[in-house]
């Protein structure tokens, strides 16, 4: 199979570990200040009462034991031997510091895990998690996920984030000061955001330094405010093609040595629209960059 002309996060963790290793999505029953009444009750327009992107988490059960259960079937499905704990799940740093302390030392207590990747809103990183995440940095190999959305504060807030783009920008500037490695959420394709301020999103994360990125198409899922609005048939979403060259005008504009660990959702069994093929969608992208003949940095530029 001839190289990505990306930087895949795969190829890192394999570069790595010397091996295949999977990511274990875990429910650690964290809520978020977006829910709970401290910034908003409602959530994001996206995000389902079970929290966005989590539909096949089992709830209920330690985070040993989900981890135990799904690393067996993981392992199996595809001969992974090492594995990440993936907090998932709504917010992942918003409590006490004890209490993350406890379930990040029970996620690598558990055999076969080999990291941390760790899920957040960047208004719930106060300085004494930030140490508390740059501890672990320190000693593991430890991911922090940042909700983005966009660089348009506008978008943020027809989404109902809570926070702006410049809350965001802190956070990622506190982490990497601690050397904690940060990996950044984007949509492509929020309604009345402009090809061109999608794609300043990139020069937005060049300029932070952001060591990771995870594209996502806006994509509705059951039980949302979105979905509500798209059946109401006030939602307009992007054609795969459309969002193919979209992606591809993204990573040529993305500093090369940005890790990219998704360039498309996936909303599983809890997906309405669009109901697009994820291998195929991939393979466009693949072949779309094969044409132009470019690859990730090929026009990269720092700033907004």
């Not at 993305?254 to 498309?264: C, F, Q």
Request: proline letters at 4%; charged letters at 25%.
């Amino acid at each position: 199979m001839p190289p990505k002309r990306y930087n895949q996060f795969t190829e890192e963790l394999r570069a790595r570990f010397g091996c295949r290793v999977q990511r274990i999505s875990v429910d650690a029953g964290f809520t978020c200040p977006n829910r709970d009444g401290t910034v908003g009750t409602e959530g994001c327009i996206y995000c389902s009462s079970r929290g966005a992107g989590a539909p096949g988490i089992a709830r209920g059960r330690s985070v040993a034991e989900q981890l135990l259960a799904d690393k067996e079937f993981l392992g199996r499905r595809y001969h992974a031997r090492k594995f990440l704990a993936y907090f998932q799940a709504f917010s992942n740093t918003y409590g006490p510091v004890e209490r993350l302390r406890s379930l990040y030392d029970e996620a690598l207590a558990v055999p076969d895990i080999v990291g941390l990747i760790v899920g957040t809103r960047p208004d719930c990183l106060p300085p004494a998690v930030l140490d508390l995440l740059a501890g672990y940095a320190r000693k593991t190999y430890l991911w922090l996920e940042l909700g983005l959305q966009s660089s348009r504060d506008r978008s943020l807030a027809w989404i109902g984030r809570g926070h702006d783009v410049a809350c965001f920008s802190r956070a990622a500037c506190e982490a990497k000061y601690r050397g904690i490695r940060v990996c950044a959420h984007v949509i492509l394709g929020v309604p009345g955001e402009s090809r061109a301020e999608m794609l300043a999103t990139a020069g937005f994360l060049n300029g932070l330094g952001v060591d990771g990125v995870k594209l996502h198409h806006l994509h509705v899922l059951k039980d949302t405010e979105l979905a509500r609005r798209h059946e109401a048939g006030g939602i307009g979403l992007m054609e795969q093609e459309d969002y193919v060259g979209l992606v591809c005008d993204f990573l040529e504009r993305l500093a090369p040595t940005t890790l990219i660990h998704r360039l498309v959702g996936d909303g599983s069994r809890d997906l309405i629209a669009p109901r697009w093929n994820k291998l195929a969608v991939m393979n466009a992208i693949d072949a779309e960059l094969e044409r132009r003949g470019t690859r990730q940095g090929s026009s990269a530029e720092t700033g907004d």
